[in-house]
């Protein structure tokens, strides 16, 4: 009650420091005013400073904002002696370098034993700081006059609203961003704190359309409701719904509301059956039941009411009387609004701000599905194709991807520049991984082409070797791969859609290799041979195709992407030795769904699981471990449908 | 008998189990003898186990061809189920012993609020969840060891196998089949404890005056019983003319569809036996262990039971047997810290570090060089294998 009044007091302070900008006051000058409230000053408090600082306000003296700079900064101190004020610094524990509080003038270094320093505390502090706001508005530095926009927005008072109108009023601001915040937090202040009706609703409708989550946070509290009970729905509230029992609210809450409203006594809990009940122990027995036998509620019900006959307790509310009580009554929750003009214009406003957040967020959650599927599509095409053409499983793919980023890793600790080192890193974990694919092919997975399976877990040993060695080399922390500078960021479109550049580099980088790789494919020589071996290995041969060249290439190439979509994977998650891991099922999952041997087909598996993540996250936002539960479960569905994926391949791979 | 002569490793395996389970009695400290600590006891029974795991992978993939990357997700699921009673009853039964002091006897509603706060404190719950409505029968649970694997590789394989995934297919599908359920397991609100699992399964209910000396060789010797009628079982099966139909399936199914044999029902009946096997091995491997959490039925666990299954060689029982048991055991000794370093005058090589390359390179060698495993060596000395 009393900071209300405290701050109309201030507004109204401020109107006539505004409407009359050098106004004749009592005093002229600043001394001689806070002599008049020296006690106050010296020792402030957040209850006696309002009409202090009112006063100081309303004195239009220029030196009233350094006045109240110094002293919210505890820049001000009194001499015990004369009583004097004073601006002063310290200059060492026993010196003080004083100020004339109204001219500023030097007085000199002094030492500080007559003096005390003026410690207003942390509330009289704030209310220094409001008073400042106004001062600041119009300032000559940008910066000052943002943090006096922001302080507005962080805890805005009624005072600022006339103020702000003031200080837009005697000046447009020459920052047009400023200018702009200027107007937009205006129309935010209207609405809370204007006299009419008109301006208010006028001020709510301006904000139609517009996606700033401030925005909602202003509105958002217009529409706050409270949970009221009554014998008939009262007229002059501004109810927002009726309530009905069974439907919008239980039993039980419905009387807790009664019992809140003061209307009906309070149940006895079960605990307070229980309290009694021990309170009232006679023997071995409590109301005549004994106490053994009080093991269920019904029991204890009945001791309590044995209790209550005698009047040792009180008794318990009857159902009956509760429901007597409960249909004897309405339940509402009302606006604390109570103008409903307000109420309904803010209710339309933020439908139609919520309609546009839907569509930005479904926008917003396209470039994810976007993004998350090139980098599955990075993950998974070497896999495809080494399936493919050779239908073998590597399950040390995910490892190959490791083996990119720490490729990354290693090169950023030789090359500092972060630029420069991506660019030399993402040929160098290509020639790494071919290498590392090629000699794997080589070594081990030729010999076993007509065991697939037996593929399956001999590049499931290379996996766990090469897992372990990682660990062995870099230890079991993640490693950093920093993004160069001008990857870091966001492409921030409003409020609700944003895209890290990351995220675009990534999805430029999927498309670069879905070019390549379509050309490489349809246009080359070796594409050509790669396409007759994955058809049919033995017609090729008779064609004069070597499929070992074939295989051992097609290998090389798949590991070799798989180096480069560690780099770019390295360059937003952590790098780990179990960085392959945490791809390696989703790529099968999208190979599987995809089809094997295609790189649309690729493309496509990578789409549906990169969307269906992030569609099954969308709802279900709190946990990203049941969305991958969930899209698993899709996916062994989607097989009952489609076996062979969504393009299914013919040849080798189709006949497995 | 015909079906012993047909099969001679049965016996010989069951003597030597047999041997095996008496001499460790003998000389552990619940025995009587000290040389043999208690927590050895623990680790050969859990052991045994994993052998009747291996068992289990090994006729489902070694006899039928199918990989399956999903079995220890049903070891793992039996372990719960039978965790769920032993956590249940113990908890409920320290209640009861602190409520004894109390001067009023509990209500039902105050009982279960109590276990769930105990049980599901760590989660941030108290109410106890559907799933555990049975957790106080052990019958019930018992039955649930067998029902839930069993059920959900019926439903599983059934959806599976009608659909023609064979395959590495197949075996990528196991795989994202024990991921899904392991993440699964791992919120908070699957209603069983999330990535805390289910602990102190090593305190029996009702046995708490039993040392823990004596538990561990009943569980040993349960163990033993479960893996010995396990083979019995298995050897049982691949003899009559069922195994024949499920060795001709690995070899050529399209062939014994031909021939008009429902190649699916046989597969699946192979897919679902061998999860029930799984889960019982699990159920008696938890108890042992103590303690089961989600990331038990990772799929890495998966593909080491196929390592340990492919290292002692596949389509022989003893094969899988070995395997589990020297790769098992191999492991804790290289992990624990036991194994002596290994100083090469410019690098030393601490196992606990290079144990996983070793394993990992020495897998591919014997893919590469020995495809019949262990047992390969065995049937090399012998001469007379039983089959393949």
């Given at each position: 009650m009393r900071i209300f009044r405290t701050c109309a007091l201030l507004c109204v302070a401020c109107l006539f420091m505004f409407l009359l900008p050098v106004a004749s006051s009592a005093q002229d000058s600043m001394q001689a005013l806070m002599q008049q409230y020296s006690k106050d000053i010296a020792k402030p408090s957040a209850r006696t400073i309002g009409p202090v600082i009112e006063a100081l306000s309303a004195s239009?003296?220029?030196?009233t904002r350094e006045m109240l700079r110094r002293w919210q900064d505890k820049e001000i101190y009194q001499n015990?002696?004369?009583?004097d004020f004073v601006f002063a610094n310290e200059v060492?524990?026993?010196?003080l370098h004083v100020f004339d509080i109204?001219?500023?003038a030097d007085q000199g270094e002094v030492a500080d034993d007559p003096f005390s320093q003026i410690k207003p505390n942390a509330g009289v502090r704030r209310a220094i700081g409001a008073a400042l706001v106004p001062f600041q508005l119009?300032?000559?530095?940008a910066r000052i006059r943002a943090d006096a926009l922001t302080s507005i927005e962080r805890a805005s008072e009624p005072m600022h609203l006339e103020a702000l109108r003031a200080a837009m009023q005697a000046q447009p601001d020459p920052d047009p961003a400023l200018a702009a915040r200027k107007e937009r937090l205006e129309r935010l202040l209207t609405i809370q704190y204007a006299e009419t009706t008109e301006e208010r609703v006028a001020a709510i409708e301006s904000?139609?359309?517009?996606?700033?989550v401030s925005t909602r946070g202003a509105l958002n509290p217009l529409l706050a409701t409270k949970r009221q009970v009554a014998e008939t729905l009262p007229e002059e509230a501004n109810i927002a719904k009726e309530l009905r029992i069974g439907r919008d609210l239980t039993h039980d809450e419905a009387y807790a509301l009664l019992v809140g409203a003061g209307i009906a006594t309070a149940d006895i809990s079960p605990a307070q059956v229980k309290e009694a009940l021990l309170a009232n122990i006679e023997g071995a027995a409590v109301g005549g039941v004994a106490l053994h036998a009080l093991n269920t509620d019904e029991a204890r019900d009945r001791a309590y009411a044995a209790l209550a006959a005698k009047g040792i307790v009180p008794t318990d509310v009857s159902e009956e009387g509760k429901q007597a009580l409960l249909d004897g009554h309405v339940y509402f929750d009302a606006y604390t609004e109570a103008d409903a003009a307000v109420t309904a214009a803010a209710v339309k406003t933020l439908k139609d701000i919520e309609t546009k957040v839907m569509v930005g967020r479904l926008f917003d959650l396209t470039l994810d599905g976007l993004s998350l599927a090139s980098i599955y599509f990075l993950a998974a095409i070497g896999l495809a194709i080494t399936f493919g053409v050779m239908g073998v499983i590597n399950m040390a793919h995910g490892e190959f991807i490791m083996m990119g980023a720490y490729t990354g890793y290693v090169v950023q600790q030789i090359i500092p520049d972060y630029t420069l080192s991506l660019i030399v890193a993402l040929p160098l974990a290509f020639a790494v991984t071919f290498a590392a694919g090629v000699a794997m092919e080589r070594l081990v997975i030729r010999w076993l082409y007509h065991r697939p399976l037996e593929t399956l877990l001999a590049t499931f040993g290379i996996s766990i070797a090469l897992q372990q060695l990682a660990k062995n080399i870099f230890g079991t922390q993640a490693r950093p791969l920093t993004s160069p500078a001008w990857l870091d960021g966001a492409w921030v479109l409003n409020d609700v859609v944003s895209i890290s550049y990351i995220r675009i580099a990534i999805f430029v980088l999927g498309m670069v290799f879905l070019g390549l790789l379509l050309f490489v494919l349809k246009k080359t020589r070796l594409g050509l041979e790669v396409r007759a071996v994955s058809q049919n290995p033995k017609m090729a041969a008779s064609m004069g195709i070597n499929p070992d060249r074939v295989n051992m290439l097609t290998f090389g190439l798949g590991s070799g992407i798989a180096g480069i979509a560690g780099v770019a994977i390295g360059l937003f998650a952590k790098v780990t030795s179990e960085l392959g891991q945490d791809y390696i099922v989703e790529s099968f999952m999208t190979v599987v769904i995809g089809g094997v041997g295609n790189v649309w087909g690729t493309l496509a598996g990578a789409t549906v699981i990169g969307f269906a993540q992030k569609g099954i996250e969308w709802f279900n936002p709190s946990n990203t471990l049941a969305a991958q539960t969930y899209m698993i479960l899709l996916v062994i569905l989607f097989i009952q449908f489609r076996p062979r994926g969504i393009i299914a391949l013919k040849g080798r791979a189709a006949g497995n | 008998m015909d079906f012993i002569k047909r099969t001679p490793s049965l016996p010989a395996v069951l003597f030597l189990l047999f041997l095996f389970t008496l001499i460790v009695s003998v000389f552990s400290t619940g025995g009587g003898?000290?040389?043999?600590?208690t927590s050895m006891v623990k680790t050969l029974g859990k052991t045994l186990c994993l052998c009747l795991a291996a068992i289990a992978l090994d006729l489902v993939?070694?006899?039928?061809g199918i990989l399956s990357l999903g079995h220890m997700a049903f070891f793992a699921l039996g372990g719960y189920l039978i965790g769920m009673w032993l956590m249940f009853e113990r908890t409920k039964n320290i209640v009861m012993e602190a409520a004894t002091s109390q001067p009023l006897p509990l209500t039902p509603q105050e009982l279960s609020d109590a276990i769930g706060n105990q049980i599901f404190g760590v989660v941030g719950g108290s109410d106890i969840p559907a799933?555990?409505?049975?957790?106080?029968s052990l019958v019930v649970q018992l039955i649930l060891v067998v029902a839930v694997p069993g059920l959900l590789a019926l439903v599983f394989g059934w959806l599976a196998f009608r659909s023609r995934v064979t395959g590495v297919y197949l075996s990528i599908l196991t795989q994202a089949m024990t991921l899904a359920l392991s993440l699964y397991l791992f919120q908070?609100?699957?209603?069983?404890?999330?990535?805390?699992?289910?602990?102190?399964?090593?305190?029996i209910p009702g046995l708490g005056h039993v040392p823990q000396s004596i538990l561990s060789l009943w569980f040993l010797w349960a163990s033993a019983l479960a893996l010995g009628l396990g083979y019995l079982l298995a050897s049982r099966i691949m003899d009559l003319k069922f195994g024949s139909v499920i060795r001709g399936i690995r070899d050529d199914e399209a062939r014994l569809r031909f021939l008009g044999y429902e190649v699916e029902h046989y597969k699946l009946l192979v897919f679902t036996l061998t999860a029930v096997m799984a889960a019982i091995a699990g159920a008696l491997y938890y108890p042992q262990a103590g303690i089961v959490n989600p990331a038990e039925m990772a799929p890495i666990a998966s593909i080491y039971l196929a390592v340990w299954v492919a290292i002692g060689g596949r389509g022989r029982l003893y094969g899988a047997v070995i395997g589990a048991a020297a790769v098992s055991l191999a492991s804790t000794w290289f992990t624990g810290g036991q194994a002596p370093d290994l100083p090469l005058g410019f690098y030393t090589i601490q196992w606990v570090d290079w144990w996983q390359v070793l394993l990992g390179l020495g897998f591919v060698l014997v893919t590469l060089?020995?495809?019949?495993?262990l047992a390969g060596l065995v049937d090399g000395i012998f001469r007379k294998g039983d089959s393949k």
């Open positions: 239009g003296l220029p030196q015990k002696d004369t009583g060492d524990r026993d010196t109204d001219t500023g119009n300032d000559d530095s904000f139609a359309g517009s996606l700033d | 003898g000290d040389l043999i600590s993939w070694g006899y039928c799933i555990w409505f049975f957790a106080d908070n609100d699957s209603g069983l404890r999330g990535n805390n699992g289910l602990s102190g399964l090593q305190n060089f020995a495809p019949q495993g």
